[in-house]
């Protein structure tokens, strides 16, 4: 009880990274183990939150008894009484029968020539299988490890349709945008292909709600990158000249670490101008956070309150900007 309470509270520091729900009830355990104690039961439907992911091989987790085993008792060493010497010694014993004329064929078998290898041999060349857990907070305050492939990301049908097979790791909303009566978001997702990687993702991408064609789409994607939790919403400072920091304003937006070829890690930050922009005005240096486990401590969390959205822009804006435009692409200015 005293490490739930531990993990608790460590979980309630921790980024969120999205909201998911389950088809079916499921259970949360208290370390990334199958054969762990579950100590509460998600009912299905119901949306708990997700705040990090991990990767363990399937074995047994290492339980300590609950009641110590009594101390062994020392055997006082029995006194055997001396054997009596008898009276008449025994007879000698007889001479062992002789083997049949066939013992040779007798001793064969059916056994091919090459024997299957041995049940160990077979456990220490194919390697274990792994399960992929979530870290998850439900909405009583409790937290503790359930099977990812359980979980489903709550974000809008709309979008997900285009996850094109991927497992989406993490969404945020970044803002939102009316169309008429209703209120379309901005969403920022995180993706990552079939199979087992040492990375969270291996991709994220900006949706955007097209007022023209009343539809999602993509405003910025990067692909092909090793990318790591926690993804962090924030304010950015960024310039549209050159990317300068003279003249830098600060704008909603978000920072993702990513490790590059040099294989050192660097976050890198995504500002949204407007509803329909996304820029990067550059990398810092990023730290290597500890493994989550069920018994380690987890960093302290930098995510802020969800960014508000963008200022609509009026419409005399909007046309200064089409013009300009349209001088850069003729005069190149």
């Known amino acids: 009880m005293a490490a739930l309470r531990e993990l608790s509270a460590r979980a309630a520091a921790m980024p969120v990274q999205g909201q998911a729900t389950t088809y079916s009830d499921l259970n949360v355990h208290t370390q990334p183990a199958r054969q762990s104690p579950s100590f509460v039961q998600v009912k299905e439907k119901e949306k708990m939150d997700v705040l990090t992911h991990v990767a363990t091989s399937r074995a047994d987790a290492p339980r300590k008894p609950l009641i110590a085993p009594p101390p062994k008792k020392a055997k006082a060493a029995a006194r055997k009484p001396a054997k009596k010497e008898a009276r008449y010694p025994p007879p000698p014993m007889p001479k062992p029968p002789a083997l049949p004329p066939d013992w040779l064929d007798l001793s064969k078998t059916d056994q091919p020539d090459e024997a299957a290898p041995a049940a160990e041999e077979i456990d220490e060349k194919t390697p274990a299988p792994v399960d992929e857990w979530s870290l998850i907070r439900t909405a009583s305050g409790q937290s503790g490890w359930v099977l990812t492939r ?31 009566d209703e209120k379309k978001r901005t969403w920022l997702w995180t993706t990552i292909g079939q199979g ?37 919403l924030q304010e950015v400072e960024f310039s549209a000249r050159g990317r300068v920091k003279v003249g830098a304003v600060k704008y909603p937006g978000f920072s993702i670490c990513i490790e590059k070829k040099d294989g050192q890690r660097y976050r890198r930050e995504y500002a949204l101008p407007t509803a329909e922009q996304c820029g990067s005005p550059g990398n810092t240096p990023a730290k290597r956070p500890a493994p989550p486990a069920a018994t380690a401590k987890a960093p302290a ?29 003729w005069f190149g200015r």
């Open 150 to 180: 359980r979980l489903m990301m709550a974000i809008p049908d709309e979008v997900a349709q285009y996850a094109e097979g991927h497992r989406i790791v993490s969404y945020f909303p970044l803002g939102e945008v009316r169309d008429g």
């Open 196 to 232: 087992e990687q040492p990375y969270d993702f291996d991709s994220f991408r900006v949706f955007v709600w097209s007022q023209r064609r009343h539809r999602y789409e993509t405003a910025y994607i990067e692909r092909n990158l090793k990318g790591y939790a926690p993804v962090l």
């Open 301 to 329: 969390s930098t995510l802020s309150a969800t960014a508000p959205a963008p200022p609509a822009e009026t419409f005399t804006q909007r046309a200064k900007k089409r013009l300009r435009a349209i001088a850069r692409r």
